[in-house]
C-alpha cells in the first residue's frame, strides 16, 4: 500500500512538473516579448515605446499581478500621436528578469528611472496603476528631475490594516513559496483567474477579451507568480515608511479613482493622498472598479492632457 501512495505520489508530481513546463512555454508564446530589453540594476527589463523619439514622454507603470500590457492596451495607441510612450515590465513581471531586492519601492523606483533614461532625455509625466502608482510616486521623490506629473489610477500607496490573502502570505514564503508557485498555480490559477479578474472590475463588468488583451495569464508562471508576492507582501511596510514624505510632492498630479474598489479602498489611499499631496486634484470614475484605465479611459486621458498643460508652464 505504501509502495503504492509513493508511487501515486511521485507520478502527480511528475505530471504537476510537466503542466509547468509546459505552460510556461504555451504563455510565452501566447503573449511573446513585443519591445527590446535594457539593463537596471542587474535585471534584464522589458520595454515597449511608440510615437515619436522628440516628442514629449509618457511613461506607464502597471500594477500587481500584471505587466506592460495592462495599461499599453488601453492608453498607448490613443497617446502615440502627440507622444513617446514608454511601458516596461516591472522586475520579475512580464517579460522583466527579477534583481535583488526588488520588493523595495527605492529598488522599483531606480529601475523606473534607467528605463528613462534609456528611452529619452528630460522629464516624463508618469501614469501609475495601483502598485504601480506607489512606484510612480516614489520615482517622483527619488528623481525629481525626471517626472513633470503624475496620473495616478486607483493608486495603492498608504499602510492597510488588513493582512494580504493567504496565497501571497504563502508564495512569498521560502521553500513552501517555490513548491506552491511552481506545482500548483500554473495548473489552478487560470481556472480561477476570472474570480479575481472580475474582482478588479467590480461593479463594472470585465471586458471579455480582457485575459488575453492584458496578457493575464503571465502571472501564473512561477517565477512571475513568486515575484509578484513578494511585492505585494512588503507593500504595507514600503507604503508605511514612503507615506510621510507625499507632502513633499509639488509636481502636478491627477488621481483617478472609483467610488467603491474591492481591491485597492478608495478612502485609505486614493483620497487620502489627494488630500496629502499639495498640487493634486482628485477624479471621480463612477463605477470603475479597480480599472478605470479600462472602464474610463476617457477620464484617464483627460487626467494626462490637463496635468500636460499644469505641467507646461
Known sequence: MIGWAAAAALMLIALLAWNTH????????RWPASGRF???GGARVHLAEIGAADAPRILLIHGASSN????????????????RVIAYDRPGLGHSTRLPRAETLAA???VAARVLEASGAGPALIVGHSLGAAVALRLALDFPKLVSGLVLAAPACHPYPHDNAWWIRLAATPVFGDLFAHFLVPALGPLL???????NFWPGAAPSSYFEDAGVGLVFRP???????RDVRASKLEFAAQAPRYGDLFAPAIIVTAEKDKIVSPKRHARALAAEMPAAELVIAPDAGHMPHRLRTDLVLAAIRRVNAMAAP
Open 38 to 40: 535594457i539593463e537596471a
Open 223 to 229: 517565477r512571475a507568480f513568486r515575484a509578484n508576492a
Open 22 to 29: 509546459s505552460y510556461v512555454r504555451r504563455a510565452e508564446r
Open 68 to 83: 506592460l500590457r495592462e495599461l499599453w492596451g488601453p492608453l498607448a495607441e490613443a497617446l502615440a500621436s502627440e507622444h
Open 193 to 199: 483567474s476570472p474570480t479575481a479578474v472580475a474582482a
Open 108 to 110: 522599483q523606483a531606480q
